[in-house]
């Protein structure tokens, strides 16, 4: 079983930078592909990036390319997420997710475990 943590996120001006992290528990982690999704009131849940096990491949939603990196150090067992030049688009909760296999995907289903979320609100 994998359990996943977020973290770092909270009320950010826009056109400022935010960093989230997810810590995940199980020895399983490093084997797995990892997500970071965004769900604002009344949208469908999307991809915002997602890395494979290696963290040699990335995927990026068009939204956020060239704004966002994702990354993840296996030996902390932690997922990381930053954006900069944020706007009010960016403003949802934020999750975290693992999925076996340990490649990229873009659907929510794909995922098997998922974070509690992390809100962020961007401010104009």
């Known amino acids: 079983q994998v359990q996943l943590v977020e973290s770092g996120g909270g009320l950010v001006q826009a056109g400022g930078s935010l960093s989230l992290s997810c810590v995940a528990s199980?020895?399983?982690?490093?084997?797995?592909?990892m997500g970071w999704f965004r769900q604002a009131p009344g949208k469908e849940r999307e991809l915002v990036a997602a890395i494979d096990w290696s963290g040699s491949a990335t995927t990026y939603a068009d939204s956020v390319k060239g704004r966002a990196t994702i990354s993840r150090d296996n030996a902390k067992n932690t997922a990381y997420l930053q954006m900069n030049s944020l706007n009010a688009e960016d403003t949802a909760v934020y999750y975290c997710a693992a999925r076996p296999g340990g490649g990229t995907a873009y659907s929510p289903s794909a995922y098997i475990h998922w974070g509690q979320g992390t809100q962020v609100i961007v401010s104009s």
């Open positions: 199980g020895r399983i982690y490093r084997s797995y592909g």
